[in-house]
Structure formats: C-alpha cells, structure tokens
C-alpha cells in the first residue's frame, strides 16, 4: 500500500504539475487579442462569445507551436521538468559538395520522407500547446479550489462551511473530526490531481514532442555515419598502430642481439624505432582527436609517397624487401592513394607477425585505369597469413583482414587473401583509379 503512495512523496510529480500551471499562466497574455472578435460583436449572446473567445484562443495557442524555437523550448522544458528523455530536433543533414554514388542512394531514400514529414508532424507540437495549457488550467483551478478547502474547513476557519449535493442527497461536514478528516481529503484529492496532470503530460510528450518520422530517419543517418567513420577510425588506428607495434618488437630484438656485435647496427634499428612511433604518435592523435570532435585534428598524410619510407622501415626490423614498381604510382591521389598504403602496410604487418622469413615481394602497378597491390610472404608447410609459424608470436585481433575487405568494398575494388602455392601467402588488391593524364 504504501508504494502506492511513494509517487505522491516525488518532488518530480509537482515539477510537472507546475509545468503545467506555468504552461496556463504563459497563455494568458494571448487571451486579449482573443476576446477582440467577441467585443467587435456586441449583438451575439454571451455564450457564443464566450465560444469565439476560447476558439480564437486556442488558434493563438496552437499558431505558437508551428515556430521551431517553440518547439526546442519546449522540449528543452519538457526533459528538465518531465524527466522525459527527448532527443533535440534533428536537422536536415548537410548536402555533401562532392555527391558519390553511395550519398547520391542515400539522398534519394530520403526525399520521400522529408516531403511528407511536413504535415502531421508539424500539428504535433501546436496539439501539445493545446494539451499542455487544457491541463494546465484544468488542473491549477481544481487544485487551488481543494487545497483552499484542505486549508479552510479544519474548526471552521475564516467560517468556511463545504459540502456535497447530488439530486438532493447532501453531505457537509460538521465541525470536529468530520472537518478534519474532509480537509484531508481535499489534500489527498489535490496531491492525486497533480500525480495525474504530470502522468497526462508524460504520456503526452513521447508522442507530441518526441522525433517525428523524418527525424527518426536523420537520426538514424547520424548514428549511421557516426558509426562508419568511427569503424573508419578503427581501421586506421588499427593498421597504423598494429604495424608499429609489431616492426618496433622485431627492432627492439635485432638491436638487443646486435648490440654487442655491431653497435651501428643496433643504432639503426632504434632510430627506425623512433621514427616509426612517431608516425604512429600522429595517428594516433588523429584518431583521438577526431573521436573527441577536435576541429583541429587533420589527417595523416600516409599515401603511396611514403611506401619507400615503409619499406625502408621492415628492412631495419631485419626484412628482406622485393619490391616491384611498375607505372607511375606517384601520380596516385586522395582515397585510392591512402587505400593502397593501408592495405600494403596491412600485408607488410601480416607477414613479419605470421611469416616465415626468406623474402617479402611487394608489388605495386598502376595503369590508367586501375591499381594493382601485391605482397607475398613466405609461410613454411602448413602456413598461413592467419597462423603462420614465425620465430616472435604475435596475438591476433582477426580484424586485419576483414577491415581490408570493407575498404577495398567502399572503393569499389576487388580483393583476395590466402595460400599461394604449399609456402606461401598472397594479398591481391585491385583498386579502380583515374590517373590523371
């Protein structure tokens, strides 16, 4: 019985009904310019002005609601005295500058719904006003009426006399105990009008003031790429900071057991070290400040320019390089450029984790028309890119590949990945580009 009684003791069930009283007090400087028609006719019966003034009202009322700002006061008002969690109005995403066949779908599967989400959902907000103010005034009369009568009828005060008639039957409290127990009461009854003004309003909103159709959909576009560059950010942080990782280990080893034999040796492979952990430094700070929506934050320049330098890299970790560069690649630009350099430091990282020494064949050869990436790396018998038998063992997150695949997939391209004969192990790419002339 007493959980009963548990939302009568909230403080959040009077914030809403004084949400709503508020919302009553706020029309009342409109009421006014609603009585005008009803005093241009002097002639009409009392009622039907009385009508016309409350229709005339209510027009005012709901007008106030077809303004944008209204509405994010409104909700903004609604969550603070509600507790109702409901989202900020969602605008209409920005058009991109430069449309790609994917935008292009998208914008077209939008059309529709923001042609039709004028309408309907425009009226939810005035009906809220409406609703919000009916209430209002509904609930601060009767409760002002109760708790008066709560605070008046105890012994009699300020001669105060109740009671009840209905059809002739009537009820009225005598002095003493029956007052008392009448105020009461009016105070309970008072405290349940307010419990059930706030639960009108808070079924309400969700409905009136939550996302309409067209902001469910922008909403869901938001999270949609929010969710894709963030996936996009993992990947970089992942092919960046995994293949520093595993080339500064196999550094670090070489340098610990040259140290002794060929101090210049070991030199080199600390001031690979160094270098390599400050590009993943850069990433790295790309990342995050992207993740915390840092305007400052640029992209890492890593293309097909800096393959030289990742190569030389893997041959100061102890690797033996072959690569073989057919066209001018250099001539590479943007995404592909990016893509590709990804996606050979991805296989570049595969094969010194999993590899089974002997030579690393990186092939790169662009045409006018498309970019062809290969790396080979020997695996031993029974070997793979996935489980290879390599001196140094290396956890595996077996997201490598699978995040390759959904790059090359959003370029339009083609990849493959395994055995390449019983000792080794292939990563084709094929990335369509236009090379400028």
Do not use: K
Not at 13 to 18: K, M
Not at 199 to 222: D, H, M, T
Not at 225 to 246: K, M, V, Y
Not at 393 to 410: D, K, W
């Amino acid at each position: 019985m007493t959980r009963g009684f548990r939302p009568l003791l909230r403080g959040s069930t009077y914030a809403g009904a004084l949400f709503a009283y508020c919302g009553a007090l706020v029309s009342l400087p409109l009421l006014p310019f609603a009585a005008l028609p009803a005093l241009a006719w002097p002639s009409a019966p009392e009622s039907v002005r009385i009508v016309l003034t409350v229709l005339v009202w209510a027009v005012l009322i709901g007008a106030l609601g077809l303004a944008r700002t209204t509405r994010r006061v409104l909700i903004a008002c609604a969550r603070r005295m509600l507790g109702v969690p409901l989202p900020d109005p969602v605008a209409e995403p920005p058009r991109p500058t430069a449309p790609t066949r994917s935008t292009a779908a998208s914008a077209r599967s939008m059309a529709p719904a923001r042609s039709t989400a004028p309408g309907s959902d425009r009226l939810r907000t005035p009906l809220w006003l409406l609703a919000h103010v009916a209430l209002g005034w509904a609930g601060a009369q009767s409760a002002v009426l109760l708790v008066c009568a709560g605070l008046l009828l105890p012994g009699g005060w300020a001669g105060a006399e109740a009671g009840v008639s209905v059809r002739g039957w009537s009820l009225r409290p005598e002095h003493g105990w029956q007052s008392w127990a009448a105020a009461l009461g009016c105070l309970l009854l008072a405290a349940l009008l307010c419990l059930a003004v706030t639960g009108a309003l808070r079924w309400l909103a969700p409905r009136l003031l939550g996302p309409s159709s067209a902001e469910r959909l922008a909403l869901a576009a938001e999270r949609e790429r929010a969710l894709a560059e963030r996936n996009r950010l993992a990947h970089e942080l992942h092919d960046s900071i995994g293949h520093t990782l595993t080339a500064a280990t196999i550094q670090a080893a070489v340098a610990g057991e040259v140290l002794g034999a060929d101090p210049e040796a070991a030199r080199a492979a600390l001031r690979s070290i160094e270098e390599s952990t400050r590009a993943a430094l850069e990433d790295l700070d790309y990342v995050l400040g992207m993740l915390r929506e840092e305007q400052t934050a640029t992209a890492p320049p890593r293309s097909l320019a800096d393959l030289p330098e990742l190569l030389d890299r893997l041959r100061h970790a102890g690797a033996v390089v072959e690569p073989e560069l057919a066209g001018d690649f250099t001539r590479v630009r943007g995404t592909p450029a990016r893509a590709a350099y990804r996606i050979l430091q991805e296989g570049l990282t595969n094969a010194l984790r999993h590899g089974a020494g002997g030579p690393i064949r990186v092939t790169v050869t662009a045409t006018p028309d498309a970019l062809r990436l290969s790396v080979v790396n020997r695996t031993g018998s029974g070997g793979g890119s996935g489980g290879g038998s390599a001196t140094t063992a290396f956890p595996t997150s077996g997201h490598g590949l699978p995040g390759l695949t959904e790059r090359v997939r959003l370029l339009h391209g083609e990849i493959t990945a395994g055995p390449d004969g019983p000792d080794h192990w292939r990563l084709t790419a094929r990335l369509p580009v236009r090379v400028p002339a």
